[in-house]
């Protein structure tokens, strides 16, 4: 039997130097060397060895939905929610509710909000 583990995520975006901003601003993620070629796609290191790729695509049409979305799991929900009011990034619970989380049926406490691009983040406290 094979085992897999978690590399990376890639998303395609429009203005590539504004979605490594807002991914900075927010998650502190650290940009790292695009190793795989000499493209314009810039890399951030997520943690634990994950990244994240971000792909310039100016002129693609980019679809959304809250169903389609990534998580990332913290230990301290109410420090980051704090920051999203410091830098003004609006989230919601699952149901779009402005400005409230949510705790899960299993207890676990989760926002979402999106990126310059509409995708979808959900930030929990699954740890």
Request: charged content about 20%.
């Amino acid at each position: 039997m094979h085992t897999f583990t978690f590399n990376h995520i890639a998303l395609s975006v429009k203005d590539v130097d504004k979605s490594i901003a807002f991914y900075q601003q927010v998650f502190q993620f650290k940009e790292i060397k695009n190793t795989a070629s000499d493209s314009k796609t810039r890399w951030l290191a997520i943690g634990e060895g994950k990244q994240l790729h971000l792909i310039p695509r100016p002129n693609a049409e980019i679809k959304i939905n809250k169903a389609v979305h990534f998580a990332l799991t913290t230990a301290n929900m109410a420090s980051f929610v704090k920051h999203l009011n410091t830098i003004n990034i609006d989230y919601s619970d699952w149901k779009n509710t402005p400005n409230k989380d949510y705790i899960r049926n299993d207890g676990i406490l989760q926002v979402y909000f999106q990126d310059p691009n509409g995708y979808w983040i959900e930030v929990n406290n699954d740890v």
